[in-house]
Antibody, heavy 121, light 110 residues
Framework: QVQLQESGPGLVKPSQTLSLTCTVS??????????WSWIRQPAGKGLEWIGR???????NYKPSLKSRLTILLDTSKNQFSLELSSVTAADTAVYYC?????????????WGQGTMVTVSS | QSALTQPPSASGSPGQSVTISCTGT?????????VSWYQQHPGKAPKLMIS???KRPSGVPDRFSGSKSGNTASLTVSGLQAEDEADYYC??????????FGGGTKLTVL
């Protein structure tokens, strides 16, 4: 049973870079054909898909975030990561990592528990 | 692209059925059979309830069903139970490797 766990700083200063890691356990991040995504949710608001990386290493980003976003795959550590630069208060949210099997219609069947990130000085 | 449109709230009594809509455009909901539905209880991560418009993952009760007509997808919960009270979100592929979520619907079991 694959499980996902987010980790990273809970507080980031404005204009700095937000960095999070998602650790995959119970399976190999490089086996099969999966998309590994980041999704966020501001307090009391809805879900927002941020971007994803395929097992092959190819990435897709939400157009409005593309200029600030980098998602990387580290197969040696069984992890994938998120880097969001030039953050503002609008980036404050619970950040989830999630996976979807390629060909499943982009359905996120496994989620991490989420990690709260606050952007504040 | 804008988020998909869901009603902010829905409600029903135990045993009743309730349907939640998710409206998009021909570029997302209407253009692909890649609509998913998620259930989220307070403080918890979302849980996949429906994929590809009407497919139920293993373990999801058959009280949950999905459908689509044109640019609108729907989630129906039949035989409402107290534990169904939660927020529900739809999502859709929007082309060009982009994914959209709906704004969410708070389902109250009266």
């Amino acid at each position: 049973q694959v499980q996902l766990q987010e980790s990273g700083p809970g507080l980031v200063k404005p204009s700095q870079t937000l960095s999070l890691t998602c650790t995959v356990s119970g399976g190999s991040i490089s086996s099969g054909s999966y998309h590994w995504s980041w999704i966020r949710q501001p307090a009391g608001k809805g879900l927002e898909w941020i971007g994803r990386i395929h097992t092959s290493g190819s990435t897709n980003y939400k157009p409005s975030l593309k200029s600030r976003l980098t998602i990387l795959l580290d197969t040696s550590k069984n992890q994938f990561s998120l880097e969001l630069s030039s953050v503002t208060a609008a980036d404050t949210a619970v950040y989830y990592c999630a996976s979807s099997r390629y060909g499943s219609g982009n359905a996120f069947d496994i989620w991490g528990q989420g990690t709260m990130v606050t952007v504040s000085s | 692209q804008s988020a998909l449109t869901q009603p902010p709230s829905a409600s029903g009594s135990p045993g009743q059925s309730v349907t939640i809509s998710c409206t998009g455009t021909s570029s997302d909901v209407g253009g692909y059979n890649y609509v998913s539905w998620y259930q989220q209880h307070p403080g918890k991560a979302p849980k996949l309830m429906i994929s590809e418009v009407n497919k139920r993952p293993s373990g999801v009760p058959d009280r949950f069903s999905g459908s689509k007509s044109g640019n609108t997808a729907s989630l129906t919960v039949s035989g409402l139970q107290a534990e169904d009270e939660a927020d529900y979100y739809c999502s859709s592929y929007a082309g060009s490797n982009n994914l959209l979520f709906g704004g969410g619907t708070k389902l109250t079991v009266l």
